[in-house]
């Protein structure tokens, strides 16, 4: 499996509230976010892991480039206007097959993501499975829409009645997305949210994979909420 982080964001709020580290270096349990997600990658069967971080990021990109993997790792270093072109600035270097993108600030159980990469990398009759969840912790989230067996079949802005599922930040799809991240870019469009329904709307067949709880890291009182969440 192949896996790609975005970690391009400018980690603002988290400054403004006193966190001194950019955003992919806070320490949960005692280790970088981004580096707990290397890590947990690794012990997941990683053939490749592809990282975008802006040009800002000199901390970043130089603790990055003084990991020794056993495994190629591919560095963006390159500031975009949205995570959806972050995404496909790393489209360029990810290996062809099947890979897992997330953002550096989505933090789950290492148990619940094995379990979600082992279903996807068995999974041979859909497109792309999506991490969901029904924990609610973003500020703005995307709602996810799934019919009994749970295919996606719509991403919404807003709640509706019946409503169960948030996207969790976690994507595994092949490089067949691609095709339609490209027109999304050509045609102007921006923010992940659109190419996710930009592919539904392609008939792209997206399976959702529950996972009870995924949290993130936006401002400062998050990481508290994040360490407390991986200890409990």
């Known amino acids: 499996m192949n896996y790609a982080i975005i970690a391009a964001g400018e980690g603002s709020r988290l400054a403004q509230e006193g966190v001194a580290k950019p955003k992919p270096l ?3 349990q005692g280790e ?15 053939q490749s892991i592809s990282i975008i971080v802006n040009e800002h990021m000199t901390e970043v990109r130089e603790y990055l480039e003084s990991l020794k993997l056993p495994i190629p790792l591919n560095l963006v270093v390159k500031t975009t206007p949205s995570s959806m072109h972050s995404f496909w600035h790393l489209s360029r270097v990810i290996p062809e097959g099947k890979f897992c993108l997330t ?3 989505t933090i789950f159980r290492e148990q619940d993501f094995k379990g979600y990469i082992d279903s996807f990398e068995a999974d041979e009759s859909h497109d792309g499975m999506w991490a969901v969840t029904p924990f609610v912790d973003d500020e703005k989230p995307l709602w996810v829409d799934v019919d009994e067996m749970m295919n996606i079949t719509a991403f919404r802005d807003k709640r509706w009645d019946g409503a169960k599922y948030v996207s969790g930040g976690v994507y595994a799809m092949t ?11 050509e045609q102007g469009i921006s923010r992940m949210r659109n ?6 709307e392609a008939g792209y067949k997206l399976q959702a994979y529950s996972i009870d709880k995924i949290v993130d890291v936006d401002h400062a009182g998050d990481i508290i909420t994040a360490e407390s969440f991986l200890n409990g």
């Open 26 to 28: 806070v320490e949960l």
């Open 175 to 185: 490089n067949q997305a691609f095709a339609v991240l490209d027109q999304c870019i």
């Open 195 to 200: 190419f996710q329904r930009a592919l539904v």
């Open 32 to 46: 970088p976010m981004i580096g707990r997600l290397i890590n947990i990658m690794l012990r997941c069967n990683a």
């Open 103 to 105: 953002t550096v600030d």
